[in-house]
């Protein structure tokens, strides 16, 4: 009983407050009358605890998010169902959805009646200005009666998950340089004088499919030979995110570090939409993987890339180190991409080493400083060292582009393709003469382009991209066969 009557609300308890009163004072009085009174105001909330507690509602709910993965600042829709699958009507229900305080406050809805059989479902929106994962529910239902003498809550467990991913900016198109890799067993093909091409096929090997047997092959050569396993051309490329707190300014959504993680999350997703096999690392060793299919990039693999930059945080390490670029990748980056806060030279001497894995290597230094409003100790010292990091990165090889507060994130990509690169912050020496990257796309021959490849070796696919103008390490195809990125990103 105890647990009954603690269901009853303040009005509740005050009728039986009221009650007793009533009765003491009829009874010191002898007025009939007023212990009618007494007893209707006693009665009145206990025969309601009794009718409330003993009524067993079956009410039924669900909640879907629509979309479950959004940006900053845009909006999704919360759509709950209940459902009475009882046959007893309802009473006045009140409904509370547990909604973390970033995406606003605790949506309530009254409904004053469900008959049996009856569905409702009722929406409302959720935003948040933070990135993050959050948590959406449970629901709690409170059960009250008309008079609002007893309260009886109830809460289901369904939970669901919601996304905010940073925002992603659509970067303008250009030519970029990735590596061109097979996972298959051939990297080469000749073909032979009756046009069979028999480098696509190797000896056999005990285990081998008899299916996979090149019977033509295996008459020519007097032993049985087998087909190769061929993996198309796929292009790879690596994001680093330099998430370290030392290295960024500011705070909140409009800190250096969301930027650097929105920049990040732009770059990954353009490279997925153009055919790239990308792979973001992070200086405390988080690594992902997305590959684009053939039919084109799909929102499981951009989402893959977005849940990622989601919920990272800034990392407590202290310096940057060559293996920060190495720990979590196999062989080469390919395409290397890395958006940094305030480097040491220190730390630019081992991105440098770093780079030799990769073919070409862009990096979008962050000029933090000028996130910090003026509150820099030493602004004229942190700007030394950040122009002279920024020189010895180009002299490693590195195209650069230093972004100050305010530049957008499509801006900063368009200086880094098209070797606009502004000058670091106490740096004198112009772009051009700063990075030996930044040639124009004429310097590099057609003809010497072509000579690189011989008749044993052909180009790769048609595929999109390589960046001209950009020192690379791998011969460049034929100019026949480049091709730009193709249109704006969708």
């Known amino acids: 009983m105890g647990g009954r009557f603690s269901s009853l609300t303040t009005r509740g308890r005050a009728f039986l407050a009221a009650g007793v009163a009533a009765a003491v004072c009829a009874v010191a009085l002898g007025q009939k009358d007023l212990l009618r009174v007494a007893v209707f105001l006693l009665a009145l909330?206990?025969?309601?605890?009794?009718?409330?507690?003993?009524?067993?509602?079956?009410?039924?709910?669900?909640?879907?998010?629509?979309?479950?993965?959004?940006?900053?600042?845009?909006?999704?829709?919360?759509?709950?169902?209940?459902?009475?699958?009882?046959?007893?009507?309802?009473?006045?229900?009140?409904?509370?959805?547990?909604?973390?305080?970033?995406?606003?406050?605790?949506?309530?809805?009254?409904?004053?009646?469900m008959s049996a059989r009856w569905r409702r479902d009722v929406t409302y929106p959720v935003r948040s200005e933070a990135r993050g994962r959050f948590t959406v529910g449970p629901l709690t239902l409170r059960v009250t009666d008309?008079?609002?003498?007893?309260?009886?809550?109830?809460?289901?467990?369904?939970?669901?998950?919601?996304?905010?991913?940073?925002?992603?900016?659509?970067?303008p198109s250009a030519k970029a340089a990735g590596e061109w890799s097979s996972s298959g067993e051939n990297n080469q093909r000749a073909v032979s004088a009756d046009g069979e091409e028999d480098v696509t096929v190797r000896e056999y090997r005990d285990g081998d499919d008899l299916r996979r047997v090149h019977w033509r092959s295996s008459a020519r050569r007097g032993e049985?030979?087998?087909?190769?396993?061929?993996?198309?051309?796929?292009?790879?490329?690596?994001?680093?995110?330099?998430?370290?707190?030392?290295?960024?300014?500011?705070?909140?959504?409009?800190?250096?570090?969301?930027?650097?993680?929105?920049?990040?999350?732009?770059?990954?997703?353009?490279?997925?939409?153009?055919?790239?096999?990308?792979?973001?690392?992070?200086?405390?060793?988080?690594?992902?993987?997305?590959?684009?299919?053939?039919?084109?990039?799909?929102?499981?693999?951009?989402?893959?890339?977005?849940?990622?930059?989601?919920?990272?945080?800034?990392?407590?390490?202290?310096?940057?180190?060559?293996?920060?670029?190495?720990?979590?990748?196999?062989?080469?980056?390919?395409?290397?991409?890395?958006?940094?806060?305030v480097v040491t030279p220190a730390e630019a001497q081992a991105l440098v080493q770093a780079r030799q894995r990769s073919n070409t290597a862009f990096a979008i230094v962050v000029d933090t400083p000028s996130w910090a409003a003026g509150n820099e100790r030493s602004p004229q010292?942190?700007?030394?060292?950040?122009?002279?990091?920024?020189?010895?990165?180009?002299?490693?090889?590195?195209?650069?582009?230093?972004?100050?507060?305010?530049?957008?994130?499509?801006?900063?990509?368009?200086?880094?393709?098209?070797?606009?690169?502004?000058?670091?912050?106490?740096?004198?020496?112009?772009?051009?003469?700063?990075?030996?990257?930044?040639a124009s796309p004429a310097a590099a021959s057609p003809a010497a382009a072509s000579s690189a490849y011989s008749s044993s070796s052909p180009a790769p696919p048609a595929v999109p991209g390589f960046l001209a103008g950009v020192a690379n390490d791998s011969p460049a195809p034929p100019a026949a066969r480049e091709e730009p990125w193709g249109g704006q990103a969708s």
Not at 90 to 102: A, F, H, I, N, S
Not at 158 to 167: G, K, M, N, S, Y
Not at 388 to 401: A, D, K, P, T, Y
């Open 381 to 438: 010292a942190v700007a030394e060292q950040l122009a002279e990091s920024v020189r010895m990165l180009r002299h490693g090889g590195w195209r650069v582009c230093v972004v100050r507060h305010g530049t957008s994130v499509p801006a900063a990509w368009s200086q880094l393709m098209l070797g606009e690169e502004a000058a670091a912050p106490g740096s004198s020496a112009s772009p051009a003469a700063a990075s030996p990257a930044a």
């Open 45 to 113: 909330p206990l025969v309601t605890v009794l009718v409330v507690t003993r009524t067993r509602y079956r009410i039924a709910a669900s909640r879907t998010i629509e979309p479950v993965r959004v940006q900053v600042g845009e909006q999704a829709t919360v759509r709950l169902r209940l459902e009475n699958v009882g046959r007893m009507p309802t009473g006045l229900l009140l409904l509370e959805d547990q909604v973390p305080y970033l995406l606003g406050s605790k949506p309530r809805f009254v409904l004053d009646r």
């Open 224 to 341: 049985l030979m087998v087909r190769r396993e061929e993996q198309p051309w796929q292009s790879r490329a690596t994001v680093f995110l330099d998430t370290r707190r030392i290295s960024h300014r500011g705070s909140g959504a409009t800190s250096s570090f969301e930027w650097a993680v929105s920049a990040a999350g732009s770059v990954g997703v353009h490279l997925l939409r153009r055919g790239f096999s990308v792979r973001l690392l992070t200086d405390a060793g988080a690594s992902v993987l997305a590959t684009a299919r053939e039919s084109g990039p799909s929102v499981e693999s951009e989402g893959q890339i977005l849940d990622a930059l989601a919920v990272v945080g800034p990392s407590s390490i202290g310096h940057l180190s060559q293996t920060s670029l190495t720990a979590s990748s196999d062989g080469s980056h390919g395409l290397l991409v890395a958006v940094l806060g």
């Open 146 to 171: 008309p008079f609002g003498l007893v309260e009886m809550s109830r809460s289901f467990r369904a939970q669901e998950v919601f996304l905010v991913t940073p925002r992603v900016h659509d970067l």
